[in-house]
């Protein structure tokens, strides 16, 4: 079944430097959307991006789509300790019952060291 | 406020035990979720329900039945627990099914013993 896969699996940087990570995803998407996870925390929703669009913002976050190499990309500028979370791509899909649903990738662990 | 709660946080329980978590959302959403999420951090859908109708059942062992009695609250009752069923499961809800943003409940940590 389609589903995002993130890159890399774990990213450790100094705070202030910016984070990149990546996702690829299998089959035609409506939207992709990232979500963060603390330690011990359920996930947040951070960014919806479409299929039509190509970049969005949100404060220190921008997103990028890429539909013609089905991956897209998380930005997080000027990072801080505060960022050190999972991230997940997460992805349409479409159940045997064709009921719509959201499949999440593995997940890319960021640490960001004081 | 919060905005999906779930009940307890913590469940430790023997194999064999039969155990329910509780989820409530306060959003006023119409479609509400269960996840599963493994140690190495796999989230998989579970269940989805939508209005109270469940419209995703994803090829779940039928010990775990979800029960939801009006569109904000949303019961996982496991029977006969599994060593395998150690977890963390997540509710959440969104504003309808599809493709919305969804929000998520805090988790629930089950341990079977």
């Known amino acids: 079944s389609q589903q995002g896969e993130e890159d890399p699996q774990a990213l450790s940087i100094q705070e202030g430097e910016n984070a990149t990570m990546n996702c690829s995803y299998k089959?035609?998407?409506?939207?992709l959307q990232w979500y963060r996870q603390n330690s011990g925390r359920g996930l947040v929703h951070l960014i919806l991006?479409?299929?039509?669009?190509r970049e969005k913002h949100s404060g220190r976050l921008r997103v990028t789509l890429d539909t013609s190499k089905k991956s897209s990309s998380l930005l997080i500028t000027a990072s801080r300790a505060a960022d050190t979370a999972s991230y997940f791509c997460?992805?349409?899909?479409?159940?045997?019952?064709?009921?719509?649903?959201?499949?999440f990738g593995k997940g890319t662990k960021l640490t960001v060291n004081p | 406020d919060t905005a999906v709660s779930q009940t307890p946080k913590y469940l430790v329980t023997q194999m064999g035990n039969d155990k329910s978590i509780k989820c409530e959302q306060n959003?006023?959403?119409?479609?509400m979720y269960w996840y599963k999420q493994d140690s190495k951090k796999f989230l998989k859908i579970m269940f989805s329900?939508?209005?109270?109708?469940?419209?995703i059942n994803e090829t779940v062992p039928n010990r775990f039945s979800p029960k939801s009695p009006d569109k904000a609250h949303l019961n996982l009752h496991i029977n006969s627990l599994e060593l395998g069923d150690s977890a963390v499961y997540f509710c959440?809800?969104?504003?309808?099914?599809?493709?919305?943003?969804?929000?998520f409940g805090p988790g629930t940590r089950l341990t079977v013993t």
């Open positions: 991006i479409r299929s039509n669009e």
């Open positions: 959003l006023g959403h119409d479609t």
């Open positions: 329900y939508n209005n109270k109708e469940l419209i």
């Open positions: 997460a992805t349409d899909a479409v159940t045997q019952g064709g009921s719509e649903k959201l499949v």
């Open positions: 089959t035609s998407i409506n939207n």
């Open positions: 959440a809800s969104s504003l309808r099914g599809g493709f919305y943003e969804q929000y």
